[in-house]
């Protein structure tokens, strides 16, 4: 299953987004964000499933997010 | 040793403190938030974890709580990144030296104006009395939820109202009232600084900040956060912005087990034994008349008891305790300002602080060696 990545705006939010989408039944994992994809060190959420979705659950719950590149 | 000096830091800690400790240091070693592989990423999950007990703890966002190395440090960051580029502070006649001596700091160097609040038995009094130093210029009110003199509860959540009709900050130290008082964002204060190894239970190097976001602070450390590391410019994200270079982890997962503690015997209940066990000490020391007692009947107070015997000194008194097995705090506890209210700058005070783990036996003992100082046999 190809797996995309949506940068993250910090550690914390890393976790808190995880912890979200685990509790919504969908799987995750932390990563580090690639060089092309971030202007400095951070993480990426590594996701199966549709990136934009899982944007839109990020965007309801207040949770930042930086750009994101399909799998 | 016997210790009831528990406001200066609780000793002993509970057993799953120790434990989280030492799983720290055998199993959790790498430096949270900084790497991509395994080792880093399960110290940053032990973090969050922790994190996040305390945002559930005090009601907050869990981006909003900033580990930090104790109280002190929180309200220095607190105050100084509210204060740092001038305005006027209320603070309160009560404060810890990790209160007033940033604020003394800042009225030197940076030309920031302060007022001191007195604070009164009467919590309406003492509002009014915070209400009437705010000025246009003024851009927080500075106070503490219990004095870690005698313990006295300051009226908190009106002064959170009060700093959010006039819309300036509320910053408050809740060093002595975490663990035992349930207070919590919901209260309206914008910044809670904390220790975590009081009434938390967490190893010293402990403190937190925690805050509802309204007043972004400037920060007085910037470093290393692991995120957006070309810039020269400290991240504007929360609670990394707060916490340059690597934290505490081992602290940290000890104070996870400490919040586990609390919440499982709950503040109420650990309230409500160590009032008893000071109320024990307060019945014996009012049979004394030449045993001064710092507590008004019309306030209300955390567990603390502050007292005096006679012409002694509370150093003679304590270091007396102390070869007799019991572990007191005499002096001026740093906090001039409180000490200048109760007219005990000269003298200071002794101050009973137990724990949850103090038991009324003990007490017992420590007040048949205090009646032997009262009736002038031992020192």
């Known amino acids: 299953m190809p797996k995309s990545l949506i940068a993250m705006t910090s550690i914390t939010y890393a976790y808190k987004a995880k912890r979200l989408l685990n509790n919504k039944g969908i799987y995750c994992e932390i990563v580090r964000t690639p060089k092309n994809l971030s202007t400095g060190c951070g993480y990426s959420l590594s996701v199966t499933k549709d990136p934009k979705e899982i944007i839109l659950i990020l965007e309801e719950n207040g949770i930042p997010h930086k750009t994101f590149m399909r799998g | ?379």
């Open chain 2, 1 to 379: 040793m016997i210790n009831f000096d528990n406001s200066a830091t609780t000793f002993p800690k509970p057993q799953s403190v120790k434990n989280a400790v030492a799983l720290a240091v055998e199993r959790f070693g790498g430096n949270p938030g900084r790497s991509g592989h395994e080792i880093s990423k399960a110290a940053a999950e032990q973090v969050f974890n922790v994190r996040e007990k305390a945002a559930r703890l005090f009601h907050a966002e869990v981006e909003n709580v900033a580990f930090t190395a104790n109280c002190t440090y929180a309200l220095n960051m607190a105050i100084k990144g509210i204060l740092q580029y001038g305005g006027h502070t209320v603070i309160s006649s009560l404060e810890h030296n990790s209160a007033s001596r940033p604020v003394y700091n800042l009225y030197k160097n940076r030309g920031v104006k302060y007022s001191i609040a007195k604070v009164e038995p009467d919590d309406e009094q003492t509002v009014r009395n915070f209400e009437e130093l705010i000025n246009a210029d003024t851009k927080c009110i500075i106070c503490t939820a219990a004095s870690n003199v005698t313990g006295q509860i300051t009226p908190y959540r009106e002064l959170a109202r009060l700093a959010q009709k006039k819309g300036i900050a509320f910053i408050c130290d809740c060093a002595q009232a975490s663990g035992v008082l349930d207070i919590t964002l919901d209260d309206g204060m914008d910044f809670i600084c904390t220790s975590g190894h009081k009434g938390l239970y967490g190893p010293t190097g402990t403190g937190l900040l925690i805050t509802n976001g309204k007043f972004p602070l400037s920060t007085i450390i910037e470093g290393g956060t692991g995120t957006t590391s070309a810039e020269l410019t400290q991240s504007d994200t929360m609670p990394e912005r707060l916490e340059s270079g690597t934290v505490n982890t081992v602290g940290i997962m000890g104070l996870g087990k400490g919040i586990d503690f609390v919440n499982t015997k709950t503040q109420a209940r650990i309230f409500a034994h160590e009032t008893a066990l000071c109320e024990q000490m307060l019945n014996a020391l009012r049979k004394h008349r030449n045993i001064t007692v710092y507590r008004d009947d019309n306030a209300h107070y955390a567990p603390i008891v502050a007292f005096n015997i006679g012409e002694y000194s509370s150093e003679e008194v304590t270091e007396y305790l102390n070869r007799r097995g019991f572990a007191l705090r005499g002096g001026l506890q740093c906090s001039a300002l409180a000490h200048h209210s109760l007219g005990t700058l000269l003298t200071g005070v002794v101050r009973f602080s137990p724990s949850a783990f103090n038991d009324r036996r003990q007490v017992a003992m420590l007040i048949h060696e205090i009646e032997k100082i009262a009736a002038g046999n031992v020192i």
